[in-house]
């Protein structure tokens, strides 16, 4: 099996959750909301659904926000690269695995500014040989295509095999299988008493670089 590694974004290589709630705190503090409504943005979020335009939707009416949801959405998009982090252990990590010979791609899906305002603000951009945007090619995991661009960029066919690493049991687990790559859930609690087919279950990115360094 060729040294492919393909890498969930979100909840994976960069701690979207702790992003999202001071995005919360500054919106309340922007917007003078009540303290109630940190906790009511956060449950509405459900760990990123519903999508972003249907949770501001809710959100300007719940609130009676006189911006658009066209402004809050972009908003949004424009100051959240700024806030998620990836950890230097885990930007580290992926510099050993492409050492040893490993071709390492990010596959997300997401909106094009979004996501690639946080992989040249993390220094995820230099951290991959490639990455693939659902919102710049036009197909979101778990289409077998997303996984089959990050590979081709990477100099890899998905046919030689390779890994799939992310905390979602749908796109990125399901996704990586369907491709024909062994993978790893990045198990978060938030797929209580749901069924797998995950070659291995860790709860922290770092785990599956090490399960990747062992089997390199």
């Known amino acids: 099996m060729q040294r492919l590694a393909l890498f969930d974004l979100d909840n994976t290589l960069v701690d979207l959750d702790a992003a999202f709630r001071v995005w919360v705190e500054e919106f309340a503090d922007e917007h003078q909301l009540e303290v109630e409504a940190v906790d009511w943005l956060i449950g509405l979020d459900r760990d990123g659904y519903p999508h972003r335009e249907v949770f501001f939707s809710k959100v300007r009416e719940r609130f009676a926000l006189p911006d658009s949801v066209e402004e809050l959405w972009g908003s949004y998009r424009r100051r959240m690269p700024y806030l998620v982090r990836s950890r230097p252990e885990v930007l580290d990590g992926l510099a050993r695995l492409r050492a040893s ?7 997300t899906n997401g909106t094009a500014d979004n996501q690639l305002g946080k992989i040249q603000q993390t220094g995820l951009a230099e951290a991959v040989d490639a990455c693939a945007l659902s919102g710049l090619e036009g197909i979101r ?63 922290d990115v770092l785990h599956a670089i090490e399960i990747l360094e062992h089997h390199g």
């Open 101 to 107: 010979g490993w071709r390492v791609a990010i596959v």
């Open 141 to 203: 995991k778990p289409d077998v295509g997303l996984f089959e661009i990050a590979a081709k960029r990477c100099g890899a066919a998905l046919a030689e095999g390779g890994w799939v690493i992310g905390d979602n049991l749908t796109a990125d687990i399901a996704g990586g299988r369907a491709a024909g790559l062994r993978t790893i859930w990045i198990d978060r609690g938030t797929w209580s008493g749901v069924d797998h087919q995950a070659d291995h279950v860790v709860t």
